[in-house]
């Protein structure tokens, strides 16, 4: 039992069984899950439950995951009662179902009821907002969510798998607990009210289906890109009408607009002069603001995957102060990422946990050896990982495609270092099979047909 006698920390499967068939007579639940780096890959160790009269309950799952068959909680998450209120659904979403096989079921998603209520007040590219800021919104009591902010740092910076470590901290508990309680009744039932009353549930629902499938059908991006290259699309041509042409990015106040020249692709080629110009002020702007800001907070900086992947896009842009200061600011970024990761993680910690600007940071290192002592020791565990991930991506797709496998020069010179003593074991046999396969499949010294 937790210190708090309204959460109640859930780890024998005997325990569960009551509380689950006590939670499945409810109308609806408040739900949240924690892990390290939450979803497809990333662990979920723990999943919240709150319930109407504050009431928590924290299942142990890095402790006892039999707490989902066994325990019976894989029924209610899976069922259509109780209702499962939650904030922005899809990362936990896919940790249940690609680490445990459950289909979240009867799904009242915050964010989403959120940007829908938004749209249908004028709002065309409304931004999503973190759980704190939409219970303010529709709570006029909600307390500030402020150790949230912080006990975030902690495991971006320092323990990168603390959700992992046990016992549970009183910090931990609380965070944890707060993520639920947030929710119900009166966020819940406000944002209910407002769908019910202006029509909006039949879109409501389809949008949070995608929000629940977006990491389990890959149709749900699409159908979400579709529409978002639709309204941007259209605010773009709003954009060309409605301003002079010697208007300038800075001069753009409306939202939806500044949101839209965000997310529109630069192609020199389809854009318009006058759109050119404004996305190439809005990329300057953007960089400007991400460089500021690695001034001020120096190693502090917590970098965010968006953040890490324009700065991919802009080093192909054909402006050259673009290019050089995007990748002035990646190299920059990489320093942290990496520094924040020799720091959080260990040498027992997996690359599969890690996040996906993290593995991109561990390819600008170079080491030239398997022990290459000019890089931490961590971070040389987690960059033999991911190679050995990439050799098997590529071993697999030999075997699927035959000989409609297709590599480039650079994959293959990769493949033969690969086969040097200068990597792991393991590596070095897995390249050297695979080049004896190539050879076999196109003739030696070749790599596709």
Not at 122 to 142: E, H
Not at 177 to 188: E, K
Not at 193 to 200: A, H, P, Q, Y
Not at 254 to 264: G, K, R, T, Y
């Amino acid at each position: 039992m937790a210190s708090n006698p309204k959460v109640e920390i859930i780890t024998e499967t005997d325990k569960c069984l009551p509380i689950v068939e006590h939670l499945a007579k409810c109308d609806f639940i408040a739900l949240d899950a924690e892990g390290i780096n939450l979803g497809k890959d990333g662990p979920l160790t723990l999943l919240q439950i709150g319930t109407m009269d504050d009431k928590v309950y924290l299942f142990d799952i890095e402790t006892n995951t039999d707490l989902f068959r066994k325990g019976k909680l894989k029924d209610i998450l899976q069922s259509d009662k109780p209702i499962k209120v939650i904030h922005s659904c899809a990362g936990d979403s896919a940790a249940l179902y690609h680490q445990f096989d459950i289909k979240l079921n009867n799904v009242f998603d915050t964010q989403v009821a959120h940007l829908v209520i938004e749209e249908n007040k004028g709002r065309k590219l409304p931004p999503s907002m973190k759980l704190s800021d939409v219970c303010q919104m529709y709570n006029d009591k909600a307390k500030p969510l402020d150790q949230k902010d912080e006990l975030k740092v902690k495991w971006t910076k320092e323990d990168g798998e603390l959700w992992a470590r046990r016992p549970l901290t009183a910090e931990m508990i609380e965070y944890a607990s707060n993520d639920v309680t947030a929710l119900i009744p009166t966020v819940y039932h406000n944002q209910k009210r407002t769908l019910e009353e202006n029509k909006l549930l039949t879109k409501y629902q389809e949008r949070v289906e995608d929000e629940i499938n977006y990491y389990i059908d890959e149709t749900a991006p699409q159908r979400r890109r579709t529409r978002v290259d639709g309204i941007v699309e259209s605010i773009i041509s709003d954009i060309e009408r409605k301003y002079g042409k010697d208007t300038k990015f800075q001069d753009i106040t409306d939202e939806d607009e500044i949101n839209a020249l965000h997310n529109v692709r630069y192609d020199a080629e389809v854009m318009s002069p006058f759109i050119k110009q404004l996305k190439t002020e809005m990329i300057k702007a953007q960089l400007k603001e991400l460089g500021d800001q690695l001034s001020t907070e120096g190693n502090t900086f917590i970098p965010k995957a968006r953040s890490y992947g324009f700065l991919k896009a802009y080093q192909n842009i054909p402006d050259k102060d673009i290019q050089e200061e995007a990748k002035r600011l990646q190299k920059a970024l990489d320093t942290i990422i990496l520094s924040d990761m020799a720091n959080k993680y260990s040498l027992n910690t997996k690359v599969n946990v890690v996040k996906k600007c993290e593995k991109d940071a561990l390819q600008s290192i170079r080491p030239r050896h398997k022990d290459d002592n000019n890089f931490n020791p961590i971070l040389l565990s987690l960059y033999w990982q991911k190679q050995e991930i990439d050799l098997d991506f590529e071993i697999e797709q030999l075997e699927i495609t035959g000989r409609s496998y297709r590599i480039t020069q650079g994959k293959y010179k990769w493949i033969k270092f690969n086969c040097s003593a200068n990597v792991p074991n393991g590596i070095k046999i897995k390249a050297k099979r695979q080049l004896v396969k190539l050879d076999k499949t196109f003739g030696k010294g070749k790599y596709s047909a």
